[in-house]
């Protein structure tokens, strides 16, 4: 036998070895599921403000935490024509900084005071919803509103974190569009929507045309009860 005839049939015996070691094991004797356990949820209630705001409590005694969130019925449907990703960007920019007192906080002010009450700011909007929220202990509630009520009423939007914030949402755009399921996600909606404003997406052309002047604009004219 040759050394290379032994070098193959020792090669082929690893490689059958291997194959037999990655076998999955049978599992013997699977116990059966138990019962399904019980699913306890809050109840609701809701009231309107005098200022038309409505508040919506859901309640779970016990717990030292509390979520806080403000909930616009407005989001990327609200976007303006040729201006597809304003809604999004103005609320992004909500947490970038706003006035606090007697005084402007900017991003980094705002997270440090988030953190020192034990959470951090979120924002986000999707369709026919845009929102602001922080989770913190119970005592820390007070606090935690006022931080909210102040990054919705008086935000700063600035033009220099609207740049950033241009920068962030390009960045995310072009790895988007070197995903194939992202991009074949994309056509399907513009399949389905049209030109409606279900089937616009936000493009680099759209994101560069949003200015400062137009996110203030939106909020003046959507951030209100």
Do not use: C
């Not at 409606?196 to 493009?203: P, W």
């Amino acid at each position: 036998m040759t050394r290379t005839l032994r070098a193959a049939l020792f090669a082929l015996a690893l490689v059958a070895g291997a194959a037999q070691a990655a076998a999955p094991t049978p599992i013997v004797g699977v116990p059966e599921p138990g019962p399904a356990l019980p699913i306890a949820v809050p109840a609701i209630t809701s009231m309107t403000l005098d200022n038309g705001l409505r508040l919506v409590l859901a309640a779970r005694p016990g717990l030292p935490l509390v979520t806080a969130q403000l909930r616009l019925l407005a989001g990327r449907e609200a976007d303006p024509a040729g201006k597809t990703g304003l809604a999004a960007m103005t609320t992004a920019l909500l947490t970038r900084g706003a006035r606090r007192g007697d005084q402007d906080a900017d991003a980094a002010t705002l997270a440090r005071e988030a953190e020192a009450l034990g959470g951090s700011l979120s924002a986000a909007t999707g369709w026919r919803s845009s929102g602001v929220g922080m989770t913190v202990t119970t005592p820390k509630l007070p606090e935690a509103l006022a931080l909210l009520a102040d990054v919705v009423r008086q935000p700063l939007l600035q033009a220099a974190e609207l740049e950033r914030e241009r920068a962030r949402a390009l960045d995310a755009l072009r790895v988007a569009l070197d995903s194939p399921g992202s991009v074949a996600a994309l056509a399907a909606a513009r399949a389905w929507w049209g030109d409606s404003v279900y089937g616009a997406t936000a493009t680099a052309a759209t994101l560069a045309r949003l200015t400062a002047a137009d996110v203030q604009a939106f909020h003046r004219a959507q951030w209100r009860p």
